[in-house]
């Protein structure tokens, strides 16, 4: 549960350094179009930008 808990964590992190990136790279944007471009990083695949991950990369746990 630990691991979990920890992955979760480091993820929010990730997004959040994402979110302020984007605000970084987009001064003149709103919060609200701040959030819909992230949300469309998180939905683009990889060959786009994207975040998208095969899950052939995660490997089931013991």
């Known amino acids: 549960m630990e691991r979990l808990l920890l992955t ?12 302020w990136r984007l605000r970084r790279e987009h001064p003149e944007a709103t919060d609200a179009e701040i959030d819909a471009r992230l949300a ?18 995660f490997p089931p746990g013991p």
């Open 40 to 57: 469309a990083w998180l939905r683009a695949p990889r060959h786009q930008g994207g975040r998208a991950v095969s899950p052939d990369r």
């Open 8 to 19: 979760l964590d480091l993820v929010e992190s990730g997004i959040e350094l994402t979110w």
